[in-house]
């Protein structure tokens, strides 16, 4: 079975190495978002999908807009599927009708729940008990296609976005290479989103980082949990930025923005319930436990009832 991939983060990867290392699959090509400038340094970064890619010594197309894609992919041999995970590009109907079978999206939600770039990070924020993959039919409309399957995931207490895109990476990378003969055999019918219950994602900014004191310590909390690394969690502390990497939370009543030490242990108040922060990130630093960053803390500035 012949597979080009198309995919930009390390979202993708597992899925990437399932179908390469399926012994009756050949992928073509991989196609991946250009190479960007990142870091103050402005360095020029390969997509981490490109990175494995070649590691594996595949064939590499970046197209920077829809006309180079379609040029590059019309030189390829006719596939059996193109298979799209977190590429970053809606894909043009002539680039959906090129393959045997079509094309199929892996998303990171149950749709037609939180289609949209950002599925991981929106169903931490707003606390949600389960997510799961959808396997869907690309169609002209952002993550509105046809379902051929859903498959669930309970999100436990302690997850975030970096262990909970990990679990779905590895549960639709077990499931994709079977999947995709079931399809190619019409072993699977599939069905309409039910569209009047669809939901969107937000478009995620630095600004969504910022905390608000007068929201609930759980809010805040899941704030922390979606919002790690990026745009990370941040208030101002002496000045500077300082993140809060992770957090516990208590019942404990303290003023929305008081502080206070008790036991070595870092206490800030919010509108319902206090945030007890495990890991910061003070500006210009590494990230640090509470009580390396308590031990920073100058003496004087150590009294009860300080507000950030």
């Known amino acids: 079975m012949k597979i080009v991939f198309f995919g930009t983060p390390e979202f993708a990867m597992p899925n990437l190495e399932a179908l390469y290392h399926s012994k009756d699959m050949e992928i073509l090509s991989v196609v991946t978002q250009p190479d960007k400038p990142q870091g103050r340094k402005k360095i020029l970064t390969p997509p981490p999908v490109k990175i494995l890619a070649k590691e594996l010594n595949l064939k590499i197309i970046q197209p920077k807009n829809k006309k180079e894609l379609i040029n ?13 995970i977190a ?42 008990i389960e997510t799961g993959i959808s396997v869907i039919k690309i169609d002209q409309e952002l993550d509105h296609g046809d379902i051929f399957l859903i498959k669930r995931l309970n999100i436990e207490k302690n997850d975030n976005f970096a262990t909970l895109s990990v679990k779905l990476a590895l549960l ?17 019918s599939p069905i309409h989103q039910d569209h009047q219950k669809a939901t969107y994602c937000h478009k995620i900014t630095k600004e969504d980082g910022k905390i608000n004191f007068n929201s609930s310590a759980e809010k805040i909390k899941n704030m922390v949990n979606a919002y790690t690394p990026w745009p990370g969690v941040h208030t101002e502390f002496a000045g500077k930025k300082l993140k809060i990497i992770s957090t516990e939370i208590s019942d404990e009543k303290l003023q929305p923005g008081e502080f206070k030490i008790e036991n070595k242990v870092l206490k800030i108040g919010t509108k319902k319930g206090t945030l007890i922060p495990t890991k910061l990130q003070p500006e210009g630093k ?9 031990n920073g803390i100058p003496t004087e500035s150590r009294e009860i009832n300080k507000k950030f």
Do not use: C, W
């Open 87 to 128: 590429f970053g590009m809606i894909l043009p109907q002539e680039v959906l009708s090129m393959p045997k079978y079509g094309a199929i999206n892996v998303h990171a939600s149950l749709l037609p729940k939180y289609r949209g770039a950002s599925p991981i990070q929106e169903s931490l924020l707003n606390g949600d």
């Open 172 to 188: 639709s990378s077990n499931l994709l290479p079977h999947l995709l003969h079931d399809i190619a055999g019409s072993h699977l």
């Open 72 to 84: 590059a992919l019309s030189t390829l041999e006719k596939a059996n599927f193109f298979v799209v």
């Open 286 to 294: 590494k990230v640090m436990d509470a009580k390396a960053f308590i």
